[in-house]
């Protein structure tokens, strides 16, 4: 028995100690890069050093932003082993997202709409027009280098309830631009769509155990995290996580205040600069888990997965955010106004929004649709003036889209039952017969 006992503390010591051995000279330095950047973050924010230097706060607040994003998606990323994929997608686009939440918020508590409403449309397309498809040309030639053809990306059956609620709010984005405005009941329907969404991701079965190209998939960070147990992995979740919360809570508006004074020291326009600048550098760090994910073969469902799981959190939750932030920045319950260019510009995101959704509505990725969402992404890029012609465009390819997979519109009756699951028949009693 004494032996039997001994055994066990001895297993139980190897198993603490284990946990060490995760963690090499690679994750070390990785997670060391990541915290240094919180040093010139405090020297500038909280020290004052450089503060009045427009262009010092924001490269200091935007790169501690950026690592902030990174040690988030490494801290949740072990989540995929005890939840289902779409719940840990869920949450680690909400995580990675964190930073376009905190440039939303702080434009619309210094009600600054035109800018909130230029950072929210954009943040979307970005997303859309480059993200999807860059996701697809890195699997395309990470295939090529194994002698493989990979011209689609097809996802997991459970992403048919992201693509359902897709499609329903960007029915409703319709009635924000009937208005013209963003009301805090639009806000509210649209909260109430993201807390659907993750209340059905939540009770789909968990995906067990990570196979070995999933492991590889993620970031070595990420994997040591995962691998890793016992009071170790505790202070470094710990650590990861306040660090992220840290600087995006107190980096956000330093970042949106710097960036508007550079663009105005640069003769920018200053609605062009927020509306691409501040999402690409909030994106990058989802779009690269995304990226890595895609190189990694059989792991394309996973990012293209994150990137939709991303465009539906922006959809709902970041813009159901505005007008209540607005609200209590107005001290009332206010609506946000919407002049013609933003209403045009949310309506080209949703024209957008439906091609996507039909593109994914066989729940494949292909490469024809990855170029014309890229190739009208640039279009209305670089020609603005063409918004309402690119809008239309992407409203008549969807309605062709649609019809030409009709048959797989089952998809979002799949949707329908992650969401309203139905309920299994009780048992007959022993001994009884069913019939009429």
């Known amino acids: 028995m004494r032996k039997h006992d001994a055994s066990m503390s001895s297993e139980m010591a190897e198993k603490k100690d284990s946990s060490w051995r995760y963690f090499g000279r690679r994750e070390w330095k990785q997670i060391a890069l990541v915290l240094s950047t919180g040093i010139p973050f405090v020297v500038v924010i909280f020290l004052q050093v450089g503060r009045q230097s427009a262009l010092a706060v924001s490269v200091a607040t935007g790169l501690a932003i950026v690592a902030g994003a990174y040690a988030l998606s490494w801290a949740t990323e072990a989540m995929e082993t005890v939840v289902s994929q779409a719940f840990a997608l869920a949450v680690l686009a909400l995580i990675e997202v964190a930073p376009e939440y905190s440039f939303e918020a702080v434009l619309a508590w210094q009600r600054q709409v035109k800018f909130a409403a230029a ?20 699997a395309y030639f990470a295939g090529r280098r194994r002698g493989k053809r990979v011209t689609y990306i097809q996802l997991d059956r459970t992403q048919s309830l992201e693509v359902l609620l897709l499609l329903v709010a ?23 769509m993201y807390v659907v969404y993750v209340v059905a991701a939540l009770r789909l079965p968990s995906g067990g155990e990570l196979g070995e190209e999933e492991k590889e998939g993620q970031a070595p960070v990420s994997q040591a995290l995962s691998r890793s147990h016992g009071w170790l992995k505790a202070i470094l979740l710990a650590v990861l996580l306040g660090f992220g919360g840290f600087v995006i809570v107190f980096g956000a508006e330093p970042f949106i ?26 994106e990058f760090p989802e779009s690269t888990t995304a990226f890595l994910w895609a190189a990694r073969p059989r ?46 510009e949310i309506l080209l995101t949703a024209a957008q929004t439906f091609f996507g959704i039909a593109a994914l509505i066989n729940l494949r990725f292909e490469m024809r649709e990855a170029i014309i969402l890229l190739g009208l992404f640039l279009v209305q890029f670089f020609m603005p003036e063409t918004r309402l012609w690119v809008a239309a465009a992407y409203m008549v390819l969807a309605a062709v889209e649609l019809y030409v997979q009709r048959r797989e519109l089952h998809v979002l009756a799949e949707g329908w039952q992650a969401i309203f699951p139905r309920r299994r028949p009780a048992p007959a009693p022993r001994g009884s017969a069913g019939g009429d």
């Open 119 to 138: 950072t929210m449309t954009g943040a979307n397309r970005l997303l859309l027009g480059i993200g999807w498809p860059v996701v697809l040309f890195i």
């Open 170 to 192: 960007a029915l409703y984005s319709l009635v924000i631009v009937a208005t013209g405005q963003l009301s805090v009941w639009d806000g509210l329907v649209l909260l109430a």
């Open 257 to 282: 205040d710097g960036l508007l004074a550079v663009a105005v020291s640069l003769g920018i326009q200053q609605y062009m600069f927020i509306q691409w600048a501040a999402p690409f550098l909030s």
């Open 299 to 344: 792991l394309g469902s996973m990012s293209i997965a994150n990137l939709v799981s991303s465009k539906l959190n922006q959809w709902t939750l970041l813009i159901g955010t505005i007008p209540i932030v607005y609200s209590l920045s107005v001290g009332r319950l206010a609506a946000v106004p919407l002049d013609t260019e933003q209403v045009h």
